[in-house]
């Protein structure tokens, strides 16, 4: 049966799901990077980032953080429930990089003293920009109540996170997540929706700082394969020792 496709994304595709209030979000090998300016396919990519965000989420929702994370359909696509997006990208840094110290002139690699939460709008047209808890409030983007929520969890789940990365010898710098609403007994809840992968996230061997997330292909320094793979590895999600027929390392049964 052909799915009905609602929204196509740059690097995942939302499909209407089997029954009434879910969705299958299906993963792309698509990469983008500087608002579409540049792009790129990496044959396998969605593959990985479906069974690293499906890991992290599942891991997520045993620490009682809500999220969208139903179950893993296929290599591809993942069962979600249907929410209405909060229009932010809610970013959590540990470390300075990237737009941080573009911005503000912070040393690239300094610690921050404590993790620092920012807000961006989600609009490609406007290039996402920066916005204050009281531009949301203002706007109506969501209201002080869910800003409290999305703060909340979002602490919770870096520390969760910085954690769960150190043991793997991985330092989470920083991240992106976005949320939404969901209908539940009568109310309405703010839950993690989305992905959390090498795609959303800047992650550093703790040793060798070198990158094993999207940077390497915003910054065109190596194949970001390489790095993904080191990341499910460690995650104890794939075999890099055994290869497949079509020399790709071969994934370990969920
Ligand atoms: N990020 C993302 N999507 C975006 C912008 C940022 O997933 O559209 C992630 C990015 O991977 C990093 C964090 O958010 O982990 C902070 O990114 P930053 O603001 O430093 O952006 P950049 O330097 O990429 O412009």
């Not at 879910?22 to 990496?42: G, R, S």
């Not at 994370?69 to 997006?85: A, C, P, S, T």
């Not at 503000?104 to 920012?118: F, S, V």
């Amino acid at each position: 049966m052909k799915k009905s496709k609602i929204y196509e994304g740059k690097a995942k595709i939302l499909y209407k799901g089997p029954e009434q209030g879910t969705l299958i979000q299906h993963f792309k090998d698509d990469a983008t990077a500087n608002n579409n300016e540049k792009m790129e396919i990496f044959e396998g990519k969605g593959v990985i980032n479906n069974r690293i965000s499906e890991h992290i989420f599942t891991l997520l929702s045993a620490i009682d953080i809500p999220n969208h994370f139903i179950k893993r359909l296929n290599m591809r696509e993942q069962l979600i429930h249907e929410v209405d997006i909060i229009p932010l990208e809610v970013v959590i840094r540990n470390v300075a990089t990237g737009s941080l110290t573009k911005r503000l002139g912070i040393p690239d690699g300094e610690k921050l003293t404590r993790p620092l939460i920012e807000f961006y709008l989600k609009d490609d047209l406007l290039k996402d920009p920066i916005v204050s808890e009281e531009h949301i409030i203002t706007f109506g983007w969501a209201n002080q109540n869910e800003l409290d929520d999305i703060s909340s969890l979002a602490f919770r789940i870096n520390d969760f996170l910085v954690g769960y990365f150190s043991a793997l010898k991985i330092q989470l710098i920083d991240f992106k997540i976005e949320f939404g609403r969901i209908f539940k007994n009568e109310e309405v809840h703010v839950i993690l929706a989305d992905e959390i992968s090498p795609d959303s996230c800047r992650l550093w061997d703790f040793e060798t700082k070198l990158k094993m997330d999207k940077d390497v292909f915003r910054e065109s320094t190596g194949n970001l394969l390489d790095g993904y793979h080191e990341v499910a590895r460690r995650m104890g999600l794939i075999n890099i020792n055994e290869v497949s027929k079509n020399n790709k390392p071969t994934l370990i049964k969920g």
